[in-house]
Structure formats: C-alpha cells, structure tokens
C-alpha cells in the first residue's frame, strides 16, 4: 500500500502475555469469533438457534436498541456522549400517541416527533458546545427533563395506539424480512458511509481526537457539535416511531435503559471515550453480540437476572481487553 | 573533564539490543555504553530510534533481545521501577510536572529527601534543600515560585533538578537545550558538565551538533537502528560535518544557502495590533513571496502575535488586511477561509490528532480536494504519499497512528498538513524544532519553493543560523512590540541579539 517495510517475526524475547494477546487488540475480528462460538453453542444446546426465523427475530429485537447504538457510535466518535436518548425515545413516543389518540393524523404526528427529535438534540448539542461542560453531564441532567416531559404529556399513564401504525414495527416485507431490520440496516449504513466517507465524517473524528487542534484547524467545532447532536436527535424520533409501532403501547419511561445498554453495546464494539476511535462495524456487532447472547441465553433458560449479570460482565471484559495494547507502553 | 582517564569503571553496558515495533525495527543490534563521570552524546536522524533507547533504559519499553547491565546487575529488561531503584532518571521532553505547585514542591515529588517519619511536609526544609541543589549547579533559580509562572528554561531545569535530587548514577537528557534562548544554552552545557564532574554518567540527545561536540566526551552515531560510529574527544577531532555524514550516510550541507527569488508588492498588512495594554500596537507589512523572520526571546509575546493575527488569541484592537481588504479573523475558521495558515509551536497539543492516522493528519484542513459528497480515499492515498514522500516523513504506513512516529516525523506531518491545504500566507512558530539537520534543509527548501511560488511567509524562529538564511526581513519582538526591523543588507547576528537587548 505504501512504501511499507516489510512485517517481520518478532524474535524471541520476554514476550509477556500481553504481547501474546496484542492479536486481540482488533476488536471485530475477536466480537465475530465470540458471537459464533455463542452461536454455535446455542445451536447446539437447541435445535431452534439456527432457524432463519429465529435469526429474523433476534435483529427485530435488536433493532431500536441498534439505532440507538449508532446515535451513541457517532457522539462518542465525535467526543461525546448523549444519556438522554434513552428517555427522548420514550418522550417523543408518547407525544406520538397522544397525537394520535386526540385524532391527528398519522402523517403530522410523524412530521412533528421527527422534527421534535431534531429539536431536542439540537438543544442538547447547543448547551454542549457553548458551555464546554462534559456532556454526560448535561445529557444525564435532560435526560430527566426528558422523562418528567413525558410523565406529564402521558399523565403518567400508559398509551396504548392499538391497531394503528403497525408498518414501521411489525410489518414484514415479503412476509419474511420486517422492516425495522430494514431501518436499522439502512441507518447503520449511513452512519458507516458519514463516518468514513463524508468529509464531515472526517471532521467530527478530528475535533473527537483534539477538539483544541481541530479549532486551531479552522474547523467550525461548534457546528459540527451542534449538528451531530441534532442528527443523532432525529434519528432517536425514528427510533421512537419503531418503538410504538411495534408494542403498541408505551409508557413514558420505557426507554430508561436504552441510552446505557446503546453505550454499553458501543463499548463493546471497541468505541472508546477517547474519541475518534472504534469503527460503527464494531459498534454493529457489539449490538449484535448482545443479542444474540440475550436470546441465547433465553433459548438455554438462563434467567433474566442472571443475564444482567452476565451483560455486566461482558462490558467489564470487552473493555479491558480493548485497554491490553495500552497497559504496557 | 582532564582527568577522567583515572576514573574509568563502567557503570552502563548495553549489549546486542534490539527493539521491533510492527513494521519498523527501532533498535537493531545496538551496543552502548557509558562510564562514570562522562558525558556520551547520542545523535542520529529522526525516527533513528534514539527516544527509543532511552525508554528501554527507563522501562518505558522492553527490548526483544539484547541485555543491560548496569551496576553490575545484568538484565534482560527494565521496568520502571527496576531503573529507578538501578539509578537511572530520565528527563523527557514532554511536561511531566505540576503546573500549580511551586519549582521545590516539584523537584521533591515523591522523594525520600523528604523527611518521611513526620506525617506534614516542612516547607522550608524543601526550599532550602532546593536552594542547595541549584546552587550546588550553579544556577540561579525561585525556587518558591509556582512552576507554570517560571520562564521555559527555568522549568527545564526544574526538571534537571527534579532528577537530580533522586541521586542518579545514570541521568538522560532528551534534547534538553530546545526551551531555551541561544544565550541560555551555555548553562545548560556547563551544568551538564559539573553534574558529570560529581561521578554521574550522562546520555545527552541532540540535534544540534555544534552543542552536542562543545558537552559530550564521547558521541555514538545512530542510523536506522544501528550503531554507525562511536567519536571519543579524547582520541579524535570531529566536526559537525563528519557527524551529519554518518547520521545520514552521505555528505550534507549544513549551511543552507536559499536560492533568492524576486518579492513582489505588499500583499499582507497587519495595522496597529494590540494584544497587551501597555505594549505599543504592532504594525508590519509583509510582500508576495516573503519571507518574513521574527526574532525575538521566549515570552516576549511572538507566539501570542502570530495566534492574535490566526484569529486564536484575544486582540485588544488591530485589523488584518489582505490585497487591500480587511479580513480581520475573529476566529481560526474565518482565518483558514482567508488562505492563512498557523502552524503552531506546541504541536503536541494543539497541532497534531495523535490517535488518528498519518494521512488523516495530512488531509484534515484541506479535506476538500478530495472528494465533493464522497472522499476518494484512494486518491487521498496518492496525494499523502506524495507529501511522505516530498518530507521524507517515517512512517510504516499511512494508516499508522501518529502518536508512534517519532517526535522529528511528527513535526513533519505538521508542516504537510498545511502545504496540503495550500495557503498564501503561512505562519510558522518554530519551524523546526526537534527535526534532525537533514530534514532542516528539506524544510528550508520547502519554504523557499514556496516563497517562489508566491506565498509569503512569517517564520518564528530562534535559531540564527535559520533566522539569518531564510529571512528576506527580520522584526524583533521585545515585550509585545516590535523593538527592530532589519533589511536584507543589515541582517546579521550582532543586529538580532542588539535588538534581543532593546538597543538599536
Ligand atoms: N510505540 C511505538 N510503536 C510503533 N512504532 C514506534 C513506537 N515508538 C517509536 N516507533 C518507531 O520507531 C522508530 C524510532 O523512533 P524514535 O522515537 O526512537 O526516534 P528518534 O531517534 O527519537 O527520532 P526523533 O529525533 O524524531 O525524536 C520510528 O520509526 C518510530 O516510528
Ligand atoms: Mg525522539
């Protein structure tokens, strides 16, 4: 590719057994292999793993959590962090109901909770670059905010739309492929082709990795800020609208835990608070491998408690495994 | 320095080191050593794999193959604390101490010298313990005052000392003199050679060879890993231009000669700039294909000056003009939209994407020639390579990520980043810090192509020898004003250290 010297053996030494591991050190290839040796052991243990519907089923289950994943994926590229997605879902879910539920049309109640989305990332980007405070911070502040909106739009009940807008969450294409899977798909493609192949991609992986020579670059740091903040905003209003559609009724904290298991899953595929690092391939089979460990473990009869804990333990080692190269320098 | 024959026990023997990182050996085979009471100098060009050394040495780093013995003990490797306890400190370039805490806190941080049965720390017994110390090297330094209000080189032996005061047998200096103004550099030399007096073995690394052949009593040579050559003063006479030639393995120039080219009018005006209250407003002018020096001493405001004009440093008042219309910059994006350019001193910090990769630092500013909607990446490829290639920048690949070149390349990838963007007026705050006499004279002649081509360009600098052949005109900065200007015929060092002074 370059004028490249030649890759040579390492010679013997006092390899330690971090320099062993250092393989491992490319996160994609080590998630692919875990994610198959849990496919293969579930398949093994039961004969329902491996059935194409199974499969269609896990990526239905997984896609709003994907979606958001790819939010967190792009701020945390960017050197940032947004907690208060999980509870925007829930919020712009409700506002959606209760647009329904008081007779507007579908196409409005749409426009508006895509555009209410926009709205609040926007918000959130705002105080995030012109106050220069860390954004967990802020966002774990509106994430509140969010949540409270949503118990007073909902009264603090449960809003149930059953029977309409079943497209975006159950219908199937051809009868096989649901759309979600399409969506998530879609969206995971996008952010993978901003990230890489936009210059505005570019830009936001610089100011993630030095936001002081990214400035001193002469690039419009607070721009890039405000609108990734935004978009990531928009892309929460689809993701609510696939939420509803898909259970049919919401209550307003229903998202509570998104924003931590979307971070969790961009951990896992080796996103790093760091910024300008990790790769959305890596944040999708992060979320992938959740997944289907989740339905794995469901399959086998693993309890839902117990998976808490090995949801908790998977993040603890994913992360340390992706520190190895850096414990010895 | 005399009688060092009388005390010649070897307190450091390296033997058949070597070091491979992926794609690059850093140390291949080498072989060092150092007696006590010497000073043994360590050149080579950038990338040759000198920081490389001394971070086996402190630990940092553990070789493949290869043992060092030290005190009698031999080993395969060091860790940090092993060095430590065997004696070994290390003064790197990159700040390593408290800003907020006074020179005396930092100098005993973490010692034994520090009285350790009483459970709070005597202030005074530090400062006077401090004072001792810098007088014992014979410099004069506050030692009570808080480290970040101390001048550049005044922190640079706050770092000396720091070291010192863990009583060394082996103490490495990483290009310690780049802080410091031409006429402080003679401390630093002649505090080197007292500590070496007291029975310490030095490992001193530079770039300057003058410097290096005035401190060390022996020098090794260090091309791609090996050991070229060892110089032993006492048995030899050598010249810089022996040195450059083993460093890089054929004859060099040392003394630049620039290729003069016709400047044209005046393009870049910068009017009545203020940036401190109670200096007088800067004004200056600069013309098509010029280039423009600016002398002066650290902290007499030159790096704020050229910030102030980018648009990066707050002006009190002052416009900026180019071809006749004010394009005052507020800010770097409106200053990078006009075609200026700065490329910044402290590259570390606020010039380099140090976990992204090299062609990703190339391309950052001028992303747009590469792509409208969609980047080509693989023309992106093309071009980079063509800039590693022009600079000569080490590297394994272009999908490296910069923090593992070395310090040399990774100011190269600075100036290719802005010569990718391509600009009419270019300020450059020390251009050449820390890059090896080779890639010097590639960079000069950068410069000078460019100034052909038209450009003009603002260099700070303060090494003479870059000063006095690059510049068309010199301004001297002088507590935020301009203290002098020199045309061509007048520029000589006498007139830059009269105007360091403030006489005329
Ligand atoms: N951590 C690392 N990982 C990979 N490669 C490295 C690492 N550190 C250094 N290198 C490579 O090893 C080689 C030697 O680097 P080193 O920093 O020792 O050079 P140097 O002689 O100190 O140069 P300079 O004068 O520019 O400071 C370089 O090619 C560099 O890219
Ligand atoms: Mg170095």
Redesign the interface.
């Known amino acids: ?5 030649e ?2 053996q ?7 057994i971090v320099d062993k591991l250092r393989f491992l050190n490319n996160q994609i290839v080590y998630l692919v292999l875990v994610i198959i040796v849990i496919g293969v052991a579930a398949s093994v243990l039961n004969q329902n793993f491996l059935t194409l519907r199974n499969l269609l089923n896990i990526m239905q289950q997984i896609s709003t959590l994907g979606i958001l994943t790819m939010c967190m994926a792009l701020l945390m590229i960017s050197g940032g962090l947004d907690i208060s997605i999980g509870n925007m879902t829930g919020l712009l879910a409700i506002i959606f109901a209760r647009m329904l539920l008081t007779g507007k049309s579908i196409f409005l109640s749409v426009i508006v909770v895509l555009l209410l989305g926009l709205v609040f990332g926007f918000i959130n980007g705002v105080i995030i670059a012109k106050s220069k405070v860390t954004p967990l911070i802020i966002t774990l502040g509106m994430n509140y905010v969010f949540l409270g909106i949503a118990l007073i739009v909902g009264g603090g009940r449960p809003q149930a739309i059953t029977g309409q807008f079943q497209f975006l969450g159950q219908a199937k294409i051809g009868g096989i492929v649901p759309v979600a899977i399409i969506i998530f798909l879609l969206i995971f493609i996008f952010s993978f ?1 901003l990230r890489k ?3 505005y991609g ?2 936001l ?2 100011i993630g ?2 936001p ?9 740091v607070d721009l890039h800020i405000i609108s990734i903040y935004a978009l990531s905003g928009l892309i929460v209003g689809f993701t609510s609208l696939i939420l509803i559609s898909r259970l049919g009724m919401v209550q307003a904290d229903v998202g509570a835990n998104f924003a931590l298991q979307a971070l969790a899953a961009a951990i896992i595929g080796g996103i790093t608070f ?4 990790g790769s959305l391939v890596g944040a999708f089979f992060g979320v992938l491998l959740l997944g289907i460990l989740s339905n794995a473990l469901n399959i086998v009869g693993v309890s839902s408690f117990t998976q808490t804990i090995v949801l908790g333990a998977i993040i603890v080692v994913a992360t340390v495994i992706s520190n190895i190269g850096k414990m ?2 | 320095m005399e009688n060092k024959t009388l005390e010649k026990e070897k307190i450091l023997d390296v033997k058949n080191i070597s070091k491979e990182f992926p794609g690059v050996k850093a140390l291949n085979n080498f072989n060092f050593d150092l007696y006590k009471g010497e000073v043994h100098g360590l050149i080579g060009e950038n990338g040759a794999g000198k920081s490389t050394f001394i971070k086996l040495l402190s630990g940092a780093f553990q070789p493949n193959i290869g043992e060092i013995t030290i005190s009698g003990e031999t080993h395969k490797y060091l860790t940090p604390h092993v060095a430590r306890r065997l004696g070994i400190q290390t003064v790197y370039q990159e700040d390593i101490l408290v800003p907020g805490i006074s020179a005396a806190e930092n100098i005993f941080l973490g010692t034994e010298l520090i009285d350790s049965k009483k459970f709070f720390v005597s202030y005074r017994t530090m400062t006077d313990q401090a004072n001792t110390l810098a007088e014992q090297m014979g410099i004069t330094l506050k030692v009570d005052e808080i480290y970040e209000r101390l001048s550049p080189s005044d922190q640079q032996f706050v770092k000396i000392l720091k070291a010192l005061a863990q009583k060394p047998k082996v103490l490495i200096l990483d290009e310690p003199t780049q802080a410091f103004n031409v006429k402080d550099i003679g401390l630093v030399i002649e505090m080197v050679k007292r500590i070496s007096k007291e029975g310490v073995g030095v490992i001193y690394i530079a770039h300057d060879l003058e410097e290096i052949i005035e401190v060390a009593d022996r020098i090794t040579v260090l091309r791609d890993g090996r050991a070229i050559n060892t110089h032993d003063k006492k048995l030899e006479k050598y010249q810089p231009d022996d040195l450059a030639k083993e460093m890089i393995g054929r004859p060099v120039d040392l003394f630049f000669k620039k290729k003069e080219s016709p400047v044209g009018d005046y393009i870049f005006e910068v009017r009545d700039l203020k940036i401190k209250e109670s200096a007088k407003p800067i004004s200056f002018r600069v013309r098509e294909g010029e280039i423009l020096g600016v002398a002066g001493l650290k902290g007499a405001g030159r790096s704020e000056i050229a910030r102030a004009i980018f648009g990066a440093y707050r002006k009190l008042g002052g416009k900026i003009f180019y071809k006749g219309k004010n394009i005052t910059p507020s800010n770097p994006i409106q200053a990078v939209k006009s075609g200026i350019a700065l490329l910044t001193e402290s590259k570390k910090v606020d010039g380099l994407f140090m976990g992204l990769p090299v062609d990703h630092n190339i391309t950052v500013v001028g992303i747009d020639s590469i792509g409208k909607l969609f980047l080509s990446l693989g023309k992106e490829r093309k071009l980079c390579n063509e800039y590693v290639n022009k600079l000569n920048i080490k590297t394994p690949s272009l999908n490296k990520e910069i923090r593992f070149l070395s310090g040399g390349n990774q100011q190269k990838v600075v100036i290719a980043k802005w010569l990718f963007k391509g600009v009419n007026i270019l300020i450059v705050d020390e251009p050449t810090h820390g890059i090896d006499v080779n890639a010097k004279t590639e960079v000069y002649e950068l410069f000078t192509e460019l100034a052909a081509s038209g450009k003009s360009i603002i260099m700070i600098s303060s090494e003479m020898p870059e000063l006095i052949s690059l510049s068309d005109r010199i301004i001297i900065i002088r507590n935020y004003e301009i203290s002098k200007v020199l045309e061509k015929n007048e520029i000589n060092e006498e007139n830059i250290l009269s105007g360091f002074m403030g006489g005329n």
């Not at chain 1, 590719?1 to 010297?5: R, T």
């Not at chain 1, 002081?212 to 419009?220: K, M």
């Not at chain 1, 760091?274 to 690092?277: I, L, P």
């Open positions: 590719m370059s004028n490249s010297k890759i040579k390492k010679v013997n030494g006092p390899a330690s082709l192949y936009t210059k570019r830009r992986n610089a990795g030095n002081l020579a990214a400035y001193l670059s002469g690039i419009n760091e910024g300008g690092k010895r320098r």
